[in-house]
């Protein structure tokens, strides 16, 4: 076997428990339990890398340079990264501070545009700048004095500017505490490369290429641009709305952005609309292209879930997402979507707005208004009963059942292989329901509440295949907010 097929050989230490690390599943003979979190184990190479993390937060400055490839000796079980480095032939850290001029030649990269300014070339060293994602919530003053009580086990042993732990996170989501996940990637990002340098005519044969190496250059750092320098923008900006509520503070955590994917947690009400903002910047940046765009997937999780199965759940939403195929006209649209809370919409019909705006149209207009309608008039709200979100999400609910009936049947395509509206009783059924609300809600919001009865009729019901989407979204935001 190769030394490098050695290095992606499992290192069994058999069997112990306390040996196997509880970030990345792996034995590790020197895995120990952390002194602060009780039953945690940590193995070298994950203690390195979050080493790393609390490093990196602070830093300004990357550097790297060559060395001799270190010796790969296959029964000492992996180091940290900088062993990986090492091993192929590489070595690199992150400063505060511009590093001091070395005799070895080096490349040192400013990871903001300030930290570029009092960098400069000598002749050892090469200077550039470097994109990276770096987003991290810290804990504050008021974290610590607020959530005492609440997190005690989880925020022992933390100081102020340590970074959040996920269960504080959670806690500072607006209704339900979840830590939402998101995961993200453009669509069809290889077939942009490798088609998208072709000229084609009427009957598909090629015309001419022009795949020239600045043009998949340009293209590739195009990309790299929006995923590494635009998105950590918006999420500094969405984290600087959040610091504005000394109950929030930073909501969103980078855990990976770069190339063409995304992946990030945080509370989970931000995360949606982060994802979204994504979505919505895409366009402009790609200046319209139709063939340019992304899909995400975004899921909820709470208490001590770990994070790689979060992962694993966001990637297998955000796969969900990429199978879906929007018709118009008989013209198919594949992917850009995104999966949440278990459905798939195209990001269009879930609404690019920006800002947000409230219209019924969208998920997250109906979802916006939806909101001012249920919240609690001392809220500013209009005081409607959580009833009407009932409503729409049953009406969806018995859609979608007599739906999955007809595609078991596969009765569920016209002849032009069209999904057809699926009629039901459930239709007039929800029309009524609201009316009679309407009625009853007179003084509160009943004229909103019939034109959205009048609205789902006027469109043939279309909106029932998401309105409980949108309701139940609003549920989710509107539980325990009493406790704040
Ligand atoms: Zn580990």
Same mark, same amino acid.
Request: charged residues 30%.
């Given at each position: 076997?190769?030394?490098?097929?050695?290095?992606?050989?499992?290192?069994?230490?058999?069997?112990?428990?306390?040996?196997?690390?509880?970030?990345?599943?792996?034995?590790?003979?020197?895995?120990?339990?952390?002194?602060?979190?009780?039953?945690?184990?940590?193995?070298?190479?994950?203690?390195?890398? @979050?080493?790393?993390?609390?490093?990196?937060? &602070?830093?300004?400055?990357?550097?790297?340079?060559?060395?001799?490839?270190?010796?790969?000796?296959?029964?000492?079980?992996?180091?940290?990264?900088?062993?990986?480095?090492?091993? *192929?032939?590489? @070595?690199?850290?992150?400063?505060? &501070?511009?590093?001091?001029?070395?005799?070895?030649?080096?490349?040192?990269?400013?990871?903001?545009?300030?930290?570029?300014?009092?960098?400069?070339?000598?002749?050892?060293?090469?200077?550039?700048?470097?994109?990276?994602?770096?987003?991290?919530?810290?804990?504050?003053?008021?974290?610590?004095?607020?959530?005492? $009580?609440?997190?005690?086990?989880?925020?022992?042993?933390?100081?102020?500017?340590?970074?959040?732990?996920?269960?504080?996170?959670?806690?500072?989501?607006?209704?339900?505490?979840?830590?939402?996940?998101?995961?993200?990637?453009?669509?069809?990002?290889?077939?942009?490369?490798? +088609?998208?340098?072709?000229?084609? +005519?009427?009957?598909?044969?090629?015309?001419?290429?022009?795949?020239?190496?600045?043009?998949?250059?340009?293209?590739?750092?195009?990309?790299?641009?929006?995923?590494?320098?635009?998105?950590?923008?918006?999420?500094? @900006?969405?984290?600087?709305?959040?610091? &504005?509520?000394?109950?929030?503070?930073?909501?969103?955590?980078?855990?990976?952005?770069?190339?063409?994917? !995304? *992946?990030?947690?945080?509370?989970?009400?931000?995360?949606?609309?982060?994802?979204?903002?994504?979505?919505? $910047?895409?366009?402009? *940046?790609?200046?319209?292209?139709?063939?340019?765009?992304?899909?995400?997937?975004?899921?909820?999780?709470?208490?001590?879930?770990?994070?790689?199965?979060?992962?694993?759940?966001?990637?297998?939403?955000?796969?969900?997402?990429?199978?879906?195929?929007?018709?118009?006209?008989?013209?198919?649209?594949? &992917?850009?979507?995104?999966?949440?809370?278990?459905?798939?919409?195209?990001?269009?019909?879930?609404?690019?707005?920006?800002?947000?705006? @409230?219209?019924?149209?969208?998920?997250?207009?109906?979802?916006?208004?939806?909101?001012?309608?249920?919240?609690?008039?001392?809220?500013?709200?209009?005081?409607?009963?959580?009833? !009407?979100?009932?409503?729409?999400?049953?009406?969806?609910?018995?859609?979608?059942?007599?739906?999955?009936?007809?595609?078991?049947?596969?009765?569920? !395509?016209?002849?032009?292989?069209?999904?057809?509206?699926?009629?039901?009783?459930?239709?007039?059924?929800?029309?009524?329901?609201?009316?009679?609300?309407?009625?009853?809600?007179?003084?509160?919001?009943?004229?909103?509440?019939?034109?959205?009865?009048?609205?789902?009729?006027?469109?043939?019901?279309?909106?029932?295949?998401?309105?409980?989407?949108?309701?139940?979204?609003?549920?989710?935001?509107?539980?325990?907010?009493?406790?704040?």
């Amino acid at each position: 076997m190769t030394q490098l097929g050695k290095v992606f050989l499992p290192q069994e230490d058999g069997g112990s428990r306390d040996k196997q690390c509880s970030v990345c599943g792996r034995e590790h003979p020197g895995t120990e339990e952390t002194d602060r979190e009780g039953g945690v184990h940590k193995c070298p190479p994950c203690l390195s890398y @979050e080493e790393l993390g609390k490093d990196l937060r &602070k830093a300004q400055y990357m550097w790297l340079r060559v060395r001799d490839m270190a010796k790969l000796d296959e029964n000492t079980p992996p180091g940290g990264w900088q062993d990986v480095l090492a091993a *192929f032939g590489f @070595e690199a850290g992150v400063t505060e &501070k511009v590093p001091r001029p070395g005799v070895q030649p080096r490349v040192v990269l400013a990871l903001d545009d300030q930290a570029t300014q009092h960098l400069a070339p000598d002749r050892n060293t090469a200077v550039g700048r470097r994109f990276l994602v770096n987003v991290t919530p810290l804990i504050t003053q008021l974290d610590l004095e607020n959530y005492r $009580d609440q997190l005690r086990e989880d925020l022992k042993g933390l100081e102020k500017d340590d970074v959040k732990p996920f269960s504080l996170l959670e806690a500072q989501s607006r209704g339900i505490h979840r830590l939402g996940v998101l995961r993200m990637d453009l669509d069809d990002g290889g077939k942009l490369f490798s +088609d998208g340098f072709v000229e084609y +005519d009427d009957k598909g044969a090629v015309v001419r290429r022009f795949a020239t190496l600045s043009r998949v250059a340009a293209l590739s750092f195009a990309i790299s641009l929006f995923f590494e320098g635009w998105v950590e923008f918006l999420a500094q @900006e969405m984290n600087q709305e959040t610091r &504005k509520d000394p109950h929030r503070g930073d909501t969103l955590y980078s855990i990976y952005s770069g190339g063409d994917d !995304l *992946f990030f947690v945080g509370a989970w009400d931000r995360v949606v609309e982060l994802a979204r903002r994504v979505r919505a $910047d895409l366009t402009p *940046f790609a200046a319209g292209h139709p063939g340019i765009h992304a899909s995400a997937g975004v899921v909820l999780v709470g208490g001590k879930y770990p994070l790689y199965q979060a992962a694993r759940d966001a990637g297998e939403a955000e796969d969900a997402a990429k199978r879906y195929e929007r018709r118009v006209n008989g013209a198919k649209h594949p &992917k850009d979507a995104l999966n949440f809370l278990g459905q798939t919409v195209s990001w269009s019909l879930f609404g690019l707005a920006q800002p947000l705006v @409230e219209e019924m149209a969208t998920v997250s207009g109906l979802a916006q208004r939806l909101e001012r309608l249920t919240r609690p008039p001392e809220e500013g709200g209009q005081g409607v009963p959580a009833a !009407l979100l009932r409503i729409l999400m049953r009406t969806q609910e018995q859609h979608d059942e007599a739906a999955k009936k007809r595609r078991m049947c596969g009765r569920d !395509l016209n002849r032009q292989g069209e999904e057809q509206t699926l009629w039901g009783p459930w239709m007039w059924r929800s029309y009524y329901m609201l009316k009679r609300m309407a009625r009853r809600q007179k003084e509160r919001g009943g004229a909103e509440i019939e034109a959205l009865a009048e609205q789902l009729k006027g469109e043939n019901f279309r909106a029932i295949e998401w309105i409980g989407l949108a309701a139940r979204w609003v549920e989710l935001l509107s539980r325990n907010s009493a406790s704040r």
